[in-house]
């Protein structure tokens, strides 16, 4: 075991969480830093199952990257020492590869779109069961808007903007294929080192919504933001399949049943949010958003579509996803 989890695991025993709590359950739930929504949304889920458990069921939060960065989440709630955690869809495609369905670019036509696909339990239930052999369930998704480029000095108006420079992305191979197909040099790293990385000039830039201009702070170092919209992945509520085990059947139905809940809270707030992301980018920190013809990107990472049809799950899912836009 690495000794990051040894670490943690000591740290959850000396706040003495490791063991039985006083309630039936307490879920110990991680996560690193958030736009306010979706912090607003886990607390919404952990006030939602205290009642309808009517307190046999609590949570404790480990917020803020307490206990590392997402990937390293993910592994506590394999090795045991975690009961929960929130992570980007695009980091899952390490442990189920067909997470990384919603990695691939221009997937999703708008928010609707996006909305009414997650919301269709029929395309997204296989898909938070199929890391259960890696010892992880999804349990609900929560917005995490669309992603688009933001760099430090050269603007991106075209694809041949983005040619050699060094963009962060997710720890995900198709986010890394995306950037390679669309002339720019890939680097994967968690989402705190990226401030830094842009600062020293390891990055030339990113790829995120627009709460990394503002929650992460990104707009001190990278002034330019150009909307090509080229994906909208989702964040994933994650439980432990052994924590799921060892619930009773009415708390499971009860944390299933508040983690759904949870989403439509989030739903409400998150594009107001937005909007005073992208106005406090502008008028404190002086970011300039540009919007470029995204048909250039489209037609760019075509090539992307065609290799999928190799993957007979992946295709599947990417098939669903599109014929939902279709049918509305």
């Known amino acids: 075991m690495k000794t990051k989890l040894f670490t943690t695991a000591l740290t959850l025993i000396s706040l003495g969480l490791a063991s039985a709590s006083a309630y039936a359950e307490n879920l110990r739930f991680g996560y690193a830093s958030n736009a306010t929504p979706t912090v607003e949304a886990m607390k919404k889920f952990a006030e939602l199952v205290d009642q309808k458990t009517k307190g046999d069921v609590t949570v404790t939060f480990f917020p803020d990257s307490q206990l590392g960065g997402e990937r390293e989440m993910v592994e506590l709630l394999q090795a045991g020492l975690l009961d929960m955690t929130k992570v980007s869809g695009g980091l899952m495609e390490s442990f189920a590869p067909v997470y990384g369905v919603f990695s691939m670019p221009y997937l999703f036509?708008?928010?609707?779109?996006?909305?009414?696909?997650?919301?269709?339990?029929?395309?997204?239930?296989?898909?938070?069961?199929?890391?259960?052999?890696?010892?992880?369930?999804?349990?609900t998704y929560y917005d995490s808007g669309a992603r688009s480029f933001y760099t430090s000095e050269k603007i991106i108006r075209n694809v041949d903007d983005l040619k050699g420079l060094k963009i962060r992305v997710m720890q995900?191979?198709?986010?890394?294929?995306?950037?390679?197909?669309?002339?720019?040099?890939?680097?994967?790293?968690?989402?705190?080192?990226?401030?830094?990385?842009?600062?020293?000039?390891?990055?030339?830039?990113?790829?995120?919504?627009?709460?990394?201009?503002?929650?992460?702070?990104?707009?001190?170092?990278?002034?330019?933001?150009?909307?090509?919209?080229?994906?909208?992945?989702?964040?994933?509520?994650?439980?432990?399949?052994?924590?799921?085990?060892?619930?009773?059947?009415?708390?499971?139905?009860?944390?299933?049943?508040?983690?759904?809940?949870?989403?439509?809270?989030?739903?409400?707030?998150?594009?107001?949010?937005?909007?005073?992301?992208?106005?406090?980018?502008?008028?404190?920190?002086?970011?300039?958003?540009?919007?470029?013809?995204?048909?250039?990107?489209?037609?760019?990472?075509?090539?992307?579509?065609?290799e999928l049809k190799s993957d007979p799950e992946k295709y599947k899912v990417y098939q669903a996803i599109r014929q939902q836009a279709e049918s509305k």
């Open 109 to 139: 036509n708008s928010q609707e779109h996006f909305y009414n696909v997650m919301d269709n339990s029929k395309i997204t239930t296989p898909i938070y069961e199929s890391s259960k052999g890696e010892g992880i369930l999804g349990l």
């Open 172 to 306: 995900s191979p198709t986010s890394i294929k995306m950037v390679k197909m669309l002339g720019g040099s890939p680097i994967a790293m968690g989402q705190a080192d990226v401030y830094s990385s842009i600062q020293q000039g390891v990055l030339d830039g990113a790829e995120n919504n627009e709460f990394a201009l503002t929650i992460a702070r990104h707009a001190e170092v990278a002034k330019h933001y150009s909307y090509d919209v080229h994906s909208r992945v989702p964040d994933i509520v994650l439980i432990s399949k052994a924590t799921m085990d060892r619930l009773t059947p009415d708390q499971r139905t009860a944390v299933e049943e508040a983690a759904k809940e949870s989403t439509e809270f989030q739903k409400k707030a998150w594009t107001k949010a937005v909007n005073d992301a992208k106005t406090m980018s502008e008028e404190k920190f002086g970011v300039t958003f540009y919007y470029p013809d995204v048909s250039e990107f489209q037609a760019a990472v075509q090539p992307m579509y065609e």
